[in-house]
């Protein structure tokens, strides 16, 4: 906890109340005690026998091992050994999809980059996106095609397939999968279909947006969604979107919000978010203002807010529209609400043109067309929101699948081919009892999860790293899928089964064919289709021309069937509980449960790993009788550990979608409850009944606490106008002196510089560390215990300056590369010492595990690893090891090395051309992945380089600089842009 | 017995015996490590026997061929890397077809079949060498190597050990008379013309730039250079 005048920063519950057993184990250097298990204490006998083991050991003599080489017979002309090559591609979830840069050496992929040179990534990945590479090298996946538990080839499968499909013509075939953005794809499942005529073909995804396209549908009369342009608003309204975080498309979203949040002079302005939800989002922790609300209360406050809009701020003379809204009551009291509101109404109607309102697209139809009402209110269709282009959509929701459902309950369906996705887990388990009436189900997935263990036939699905194939993500925008390593296993893709099964040339002839007929064409000024393809390859995406715009122009019939039946729901019952899900964000809907890295990837709100949980508010739990650990029953359903959580609306419940797997590899089974038992919405009206028993969450929030130190800094932009040095007259910082001789960094002075105003706090930073150093991730036991293995971590800290208003600080902690580091000066062997170029360099073969290091450190950066976490990895996992990184071992401490192999690679290049080392050639890993990029990294002795620039900013500052210890990490603090009505600025 | 004589036991078997064991064990440790340092233990005049009686004595000796004609990656990229049987086969398609050895990567060739070589120089995995920053700096092969083109079976020649590295990086003074590439063409270097031309070839050549006087750039001694 610290104070900063009238601010108080925190970031637990526990923290907050200064609660004594967080206390005590903030203090202690191991957070929990020994748990009794005798993994250390040994037997005299069997200490004997080691005490023998070893002098037989010390005497032997050492004989060198002989090592082989095998070099090529015939070398590939491309191939570089130990250099990295890059090849394009695409990762594509759901109907999401951007262009990645897989980086291979030697032939394996062993990193996911974002391609620079695809607009909805400018250069950074998703943190599913740079995780997907853990799912190729994932041990669990399904290896072989099986005939119920019989492993055979894929010849034998097929043919076995093969001849189901064809026996008896008039056998109903439904076909199953997951979103397919693939156009080359659907052009062949539309082969597929024509073949076997009785073919249906539904999709999939239990986070879908089918509920967006009705809205649109309703609102505009065409369903398609279309693309959103925030880097044009300079208010946004986010109302449950979670544009900043939930979203899949999220990334291109982030770079375009942080354009307008980049602070270099006070001269600058900022855009304001507003947030209305009842979660706690990432978006939420961004706001500038946030309204916790109930679920129910979300339509109200819409429509209470086009009400605003259209009397008192004249934005509609349309008198169908006003008498429509006269109904919708005011908010009388004198609630935070009404001046939320108030204060929003002003800047949405002074910005018109220039602002945006987004809705969540899981919220019901109404919300979503109210959304659309008052954007078309701003005039933000055609400014905010385009008009030509359309993003990828389908109707791949609960309610496609609700025919399906009936054919199957009435045992219509003869043979149910299911690929991807996971329905047995996605859906309530009224689905499984289903899947038993079929008599025959062809499954296809990348592990043996909880649909494959319904199934008759199962094969193994290809890994998009391992196969061909395109996407859509948008219209004029296409882009290819290349694989980047041969199959690891006995898998195939969906085209290459699909081809198989319907007898036509290979997979890769069929996508060269759709492409040289439907985009080739399109193309001007493309010598040859060979040409064109090699290009596109290279660049991974094409481009069309988008011609013509549509209309939106809202009808008002919408909102009045909005409005018809509506008045129930304008007061929300306050008896009851209200439960709100949300994807997880770091599962997300339970396709990477079982994925270490990202199950120990901390909530970026919650701080929670390997658990979902039930966030609720301290009022909401003193209600309902429970406290922090406490397990609740929802519906008589489900089971979840309680957790106290700032910022929510009391009588609201919230938790996320992913966990509870039950199949699908050892990881991801028995982590959390999945809430899907409740059905496909993402709001419930819930009963909660108190069970015995205590969960033990792995919150990682009070890890390595920094003891109220001023840690992070903010201020609203009015005080940063008035006094843009205003962190130097926060900390209290006496003139400083130091015992030691400075060192001189004749040559590069490697330092960082991380702006906390565009940092959103979206745990990219962390898996891309997690990927490029070989983290090995440590499971919920030592978790608890705080000895998670992240070089990086994201401190969030709540501020409750405001009673209504709850803040957040996302920060970034890494190693701080002191140039007086504390850590040097203790190691008893020399193993952690400073380079001439001012990083704090860790030699792992030195290292003793004395851990005095870890002790002395300030900004708790430094892991030590405990055990050998990374003896237990099984094949394939090491072949997605990055090779220019040691593999660390027991006993050894470990931190932040600035991805000095990264750096090391950078000045060799520059040194073998013979130029001086361009600012911007070397990216740590963190900053590269950073899609607001808020992380900065380069030579602070180059003036010019963007890093000095930007350490040399007057709102810079260094997180403990009173210590004296030098971090080569400036900090930019946050600036915040609050309504002059909402928050009063004082000096 | 009971359990509490036990642990005691085990304490003082444990933390006692313990102490006095390592101490021991590290004396001998470190006595051993000087006492055979630094042959035995950095393995210097190692020379296994390879799979092919390859002579570098006669290809890069008599023959001349250079060391960048099989090793090329040597001065492009960090590993020197051992040629693929192609390589070999640029001129084995037609010389010396008969010759045994040369059967042998004849057949590698035909049978798609790599050629196990047994590895003679070794750095432990936590060192990150790079042969390529030290050939543009002008370090010659032989320095690390040995006099590859005298020898009939390759040994190593150099500790290879750390201190042996650091004793390189820490010379104050410029190497200016440490053995170079041109060393190894002794002959060519008697005759005067065919040194020129030689020296000529070498400018010429892609990638390599010549150096006149031994340059010492970017002579690291941060641990970090090299352990990562």
Not at chain 1, 30 to 45: K, Q
Not at chain 1, 188 to 198: A, G, L, Q, V
Not at chain 1, 468 to 492: C, V
Not at chain 1, 943 to 971: C, D, F
């Amino acid at each position: 906890m610290m104070k900063d005048q009238d601010k108080i920063y925190w970031k637990s519950f526990e923290e907050l109340t200064q609660d004594p057993r967080y206390l005590e184990l903030a203090q202690r250097e191991f957070m929990e005690e020994d748990d009794g298990s005798d993994f250390f204490t040994l037997s005299r006998r069997k200490f004997l026998k080691l005490l023998g083991a070893s002098v037989a050991l010390a005497t032997t003599a050492c004989r060198r091992p002989v090592h082989k080489i095998f070099p090529y017979v015939r070398q590939p002309e491309t191939l570089k050994p130990g250099v990295a090559q890059y090849y394009a591609s695409t990762f594509a979830l759901n109907n999401h999809s951007y262009g990645i840069l897989v980086k291979t050496i030697e032939g394996r992929p062993i990193k996911i980059e974002g391609n620079p040179d695809h607009p909805l990534s400018l250069g950074s990945a998703s943190t599913f996106a740079q995780a997907s590479i853990l799912e190729l090298y994932d041990p669990d996946r399904k290896r072989k095609p099986t005939i119920g538990n019989k492993s055979v080839s894929w010849d034998e499968w097929n043919k076995e397939i093969i001849s189901l499909l064809k026996e008896g013509g008039n056998k109903q075939i439904r076909l199953l999968t997951e979103s397919i953005t693939s156009p080359t794809l659907r052009s062949t499942i539309e082969k597929f279909i024509k073949k076997f005529p009785n073919t249906k073909w539904y999709e999939y995804e239990p986070i879908s947006q089918e509920t967006a396209r009705q809205s649109y549908q309703h609102a505009f009369g065409r369903p398609n969604i279309p693309k959103f342009h925030l880097e044009k608003a300079d208010i946004l309204l986010s109302i449950n979107a979670d544009i900043l975080g939930g979203r899949l498309d999220s990334n291109a979203l982030l770079r375009q919000w942080a354009n307008k949040r980049k602070i270099t002079s006070p001269k600058d302005t900022l855009n304001r978010l507003y947030v209305a939800e009842s979660y706690f989002s990432l978006t939420g922790s961004n706001a500038d203002h946030r309204l916790a609300l109930k679920p129910s209360e979300l339509l109200l406050f819409s429509l209470q807010l086009a009400k605003l809009l259209v009397y008192r701020f004249n934005l509609s003379t349309d008198s169908n529209i006003r008498s429509l809204l006269k109904s919708v009551p005011d908010e009388n009291s004198s609630s935070y609400k009404k001046e939320f509101l108030g204060a929003l109404a002003h800047d949405l109607s002074k910005n018109r043109g220039k602002s945006l309102v987004l809705v969540g697209e899981q919220e019901s139809l109404e919300l979503q067309i109210v959304g659309h009402f008052i954007n078309s209110l701003l005039q933000s269709y055609g400014t905010t929101i385009d008009t030509k282009i359309s993003t990828a959509s389908f109707n791949n929701g609960f309610n496609s699948l609700k025919s399906l459902t009936q054919e199957m309950e009435q045992g219509k369906v003869d043979i149910l081919i299911t690929v991807g996705g996971n329905i047995a887990y996605q859906t309530d388990s009224k689905i499984n009892d289903l899947f038993k009436k079929i008599p025959h189900h062809i499954r296809l997935s990348l592990y043996n999860d909880e649909t494959t263990a319904l199934s008759h036939y199962a094969a193994p699905l290809s890994h998009d790293l391992e196969s061909w194939g395109d996407s859509q993500p948008e219209t004029g925008m296409i882009s290819l899928i290349q694989p980047t390593i041969q199959p690891l296993h006995d898998s195939r893709s969906l085209g290459e089964v699909l081809m198989s099964w319907i007898h036509e040339e290979g997979w890769l002839t069929e996508l060269k064919t759709y492409w040289k007929n439907h985009i080739y064409s399109k193309q001007p000024r493309m010598a040859s289709f060979e040409a064109f393809w090699e290009a596109a390859l290279h660049n991974g995406v094409v481009f069309e021309k988008v011609t013509g715009s549509h209309s939106f122009t809202f009808k008002p019939e919408a909102l009045h069937n909005v409005m018809k039946n509506l008045d129930p729901r304008f007061r929300g019952d306050d008896t009851r509980i209200e439960l709100q899900l949300h994807p997880s964000y770091t599962v997300y809907d339970g396709r990477f449960a079982n994925i270490g890295s990202l199950q120990e990837l901390p909530d970026p709100v919650t701080k929670v790993t390997w658990d979902n949980v039930a966030s609720l508010s301290p009022n909401t739990a003193q209600k309902l009788g429970v406290k922090q650990g406490d397990i609740i029953e929802i519906e008589n359903k489900i089971k979840l550990p309680i957790f106290l959580q700032p910022g929510l609306a009391d009588g609201v419940i919230t938790t996320s979608l992913g966990y509870g797997r039950s199949k699908g590899g050892e990881v991801g089974i028995g982590v959390g409850s999945t809430v899907f038992a409740l059905g496909s919405q993402f709001q419930h009206a819930i009963r909660v009944k108190k069970l015995s028993g205590h969960h033990k969450i792995a919150t990682t929030q009070a890890h390595h606490s920094m003891e109220g130190r001023p840690i992070v800094l903010e201020a609203p932009l009015e005080e940063y106008k008035h006094t843009p040095d205003f962190p130097k007259h926060k900390t209290h910082t006496p003139e400083l002196f130091s015992m030691y001789e400075e060192y001189p960094y004749p040559g590069h002075k490697w330092g960082m510089a991380i702006d906390l105003t565009s940092c959103v706090g979206c745990s990219g930073c962390v898996v891309a560390c997690d990927v490029e150093n070989n983290i090995p991730s440590v499971g919920k036991a030592q978790v608890l215990k705080g000895r998670e293995m992240q070089w990086m971590r994201l401190d969030r800290y709540y501020e409750t300056s405001l009673e209504h208003d709850i803040k957040t600080v996302h920060q970034p902690m890494l190693c701080q590369h002191c140039d007086n580091a504390p850590c040097e000066t203790v190691c008893p062997v020399a193993a952690t010492t400073h380079s001439s170029e001012g990083i704090n360099q860790m030699t792992y073969n030195r290292c003793v595990g004395t851990r005095y290091c870890a002790n002395n450190c300030p900004y708790k950066v430094r892991r030590f690893n405990y055990f050998n976490f990374n003896n237990s990895i099984e094949y394939p996992q090491e072949l997605g090891k990055n090779p220019d990184v040691t593999i660390r071992m027991r006993g050894v401490m470990e931190k932040c090395t600035f991805c000095i192999q990264r750096i090391s690679e950078g000045k060799n290049a520059a040194k073998m051309r013979g130029e001086p080392v361009l600012d911007g050639s070397i990216k740590t890993a963190c900053q590269e992945a950073c899609p607001t990029e808020a992380i900065i990294f380069g030579d602070l002795n180059d003036p010019h380089s963007k890093v000095s620039k930007a350490s040399k900013q007057s709102h810079g500052y260094h997180v403990l600089e009173e210590l004296n210890v030098r971090p080569a990490i400036t900090y930019l603090a946050k600036i915040r842009n609050p309504h002059p009505k909402l928050e009063k600025f004082k000096i | 017995m009971s359990s509490t004589l036990g642990k005691k036991l085990d304490f003082y078997v444990l933390k006692v015996g313990g102490i006095v064991v390592v101490i021991l064990l590290l004396t001998t440790g470190i006595g051993l490590y000087l006492f055979l340092y630094p042959k035995e233990v950095t393995d210097v005049g190692y020379a296994p026997k390879q799979p092919i009686a390859y002579s570098h004595k006669l290809h890069a000796g008599d023959l001349q061929i250079s060391c960048f004609y099989c090793h090329g990656n040597a001065e492009k990229l960090a590993a020197a890397t051992i040629p693929p049987t192609q390589v070999c086969m640029n001129c084995h398609l037609v010389v010396q077809r008969e010759n045994p050895e040369v059967k042998k990567i004849i057949d590698s060739y035909t049978q798609n079949k790599p050629i196990e070589w047994v590895r003679v120089h070794k750095l432990p995995d936590y060192v990150h060498f790079k042969h390529n920053v030290h050939i543009k700096a002008g370090i010659s092969c032989f320095d690390c190597h040995g006099k590859i083109y005298e020898m009939e079976v390759v040994r190593q020649e150099k500790p290879l050990s750390m201190g042996w590295c650091l004793d390189c990086h820490r010379k104050e003074t410029p190497l200016t008379k440490s053995p170079r590439v041109e060393d190894f063409f002794e002959k060519a270097v008697q005759d005067k013309h065919l040194y020129e031309k030689f020296k000529n070839n070498m400018k010429q050549y892609k990638g390599i730039h010549w150096v006149e006087e031994h340059e010492r750039i970017g002579c690291s001694l941060d641990c970090s250079a090299c352990h990562y």
